[in-house]
């Protein structure tokens, strides 16, 4: 059973950065699709994010936070992260990293119930 440990998240003021960790325990990342996603309260579960795990260097980024956000992954160390630059407010949320089939990420990465590994999630919280 895959399970993701996600890390990172913490509070920060208005134009502040975190990056967000995802590693896998148990598993090494392979031809995965690996997304970040973040749940504010009473709203719907948002795509952030996703990458390719096998070295294929592409990555999708929702229009909500391109330019600010970076998702990358370091293969020496099993992790996917998320870089988040200039944060807003509106940022806050509870962030999820979710992992499936790479077959996934080109035109679906942003279907969260595409996804069959998730992690527990990390609080990112943005004050103004």
């Known amino acids: 059973q895959v399970q993701l440990v996600e890390s990172g998240g913490g509070s920060v003021q208005a134009g502040g950065s975190l990056r967000l960790s995802c590693a896998p325990s148990g598993y090494t990342y392979g031809s995965d699709c690996v997304a970040w996603f973040r749940q504010a309260p009473g709203k719907e579960r948002e795509g952030v994010a996703a990458t390719y795990t096998d070295g294929d260097g592409r990555t999708y980024v929702a229009d909500s936070v391109k330019g600010r956000f970076i998702i990358s992954q370091d293969n020496a160390k099993n992790t996917v992260y998320l870089q988040m630059n200039s944060l807003k407010p509106e940022d806050t949320a509870m962030y999820y990293c979710?992992?499936?089939?790479?077959?996934?990420?080109?035109?679906?990465?942003?279907?969260?119930?595409?996804?069959?590994?998730w992690g527990q999630g990390t609080q990112v919280t943005v004050s103004s």
């Open positions: 979710a992992a499936e089939s790479d077959v996934l990420c080109s035109k679906r990465w942003f279907y969260s119930a595409e996804y069959t590994y």
